[in-house]
């Protein structure tokens, strides 16, 4: 069955810390992707990766990066969380082509206080 | 870019009715997505389609790609099927964002028992 996993489901952090949100899949895609999701917004993506090392950004990138060294894993990194970060975040990944079924992990959870 | 908007925002049913759920979308496209969320944040991936009609147990999903617009049917609505249902539509072009998606903002269903 496919995976995608998300290291952590709730996490408190206070401003200013750095984050590091880990997502890691078993089913060798090429594509991975980082979304928040707010009330009222729906899903915006933060960054994607459409293979190793490399990344682009999305429709909101500020404030965020992302690391990927392996194909499976792909981090989002909040170098110095603030309030407004305080979000669902979604990893998800699909096989190179559009029109691929996209499998999401099931969110993390961050509060910033 | 593409514009994806869903209806209703919000959906009440009572157990045993058929319910529908409206997507439309502005560019031509490839596939459509149809994604259920459940309280507590996973996102499982539906149906994806590109002409016509697919049935899986209780849901049926439809679309128009002339009309550019597509219908999620549940029959027979059980208290289960109470979740946030989300359209996504891939961007209008690739160079980079392919397997990317552009998602509406979700109907979020009650069924009541």
């Known amino acids: 069955d496919v995976k995608v996993t998300q290291s952590s489901r709730y996490l408190v952090k206070r401003t200013g810390e750095k984050v590091f949100l880990e997502c890691v899949q078993d089913?060798?895609?090429?594509?991975m992707f980082w979304y928040r999701q707010d009330p009222g917004l729906g899903l915006r993506l933060i960054y994607f990766s459409y293979d190793v090392k490399m990344k682009e950004k999305g429709d909101i990138p500020e404030g965020y990066s992302v690391s990927r060294e392996k194909k499976e894993r792909f981090s989002l990194i909040l170098e110095s969380a603030s309030t407004n970060q305080t979000s669902m975040y979604l990893c998800?990944?699909?096989?190179?082509?559009?029109?691929?079924?996209?499998?999401f992990g099931e969110g993390s959870w961050l509060t910033v206080v | 870019k593409n514009e994806v908007e869903q209806s209703p925002q919000n959906l009440t049913a009572q157990e045993g009715e058929f319910i529908t759920i409206n997507c439309s979308y502005s560019v031509g496209i490839s596939a459509l997505h149809w994604l259920q969320q459940h309280p507590g944040g996973g996102i499982v991936s539906l149906f994806m389609?590109?002409?016509g009609k697919k049935k899986h147990g209780r849901l049926i999903a439809t679309i128009n790609i002339q009309e550019k617009h597509s219908s999620l049917h549940i029959t027979a609505s059980h208290p289960r099927d109470s979740a946030v249902y989300i359209c996504?539509?891939?961007?209008?072009?690739?160079?980079?964002?392919?397997?990317?998606?552009?998602f509406g903002k979700g109907t979020k269903l009650s069924v009541k028992p």
């Open positions: 089913m060798d895609h090429e594509n």
């Open positions: 998800a990944s699909s096989l190179g082509q559009t029109g691929n079924t996209i499998y």
């Open positions: 996504a539509v891939p961007p209008p072009s690739y160079g980079g964002s392919q397997g990317n998606l552009i």
């Open positions: 389609l590109s002409s």
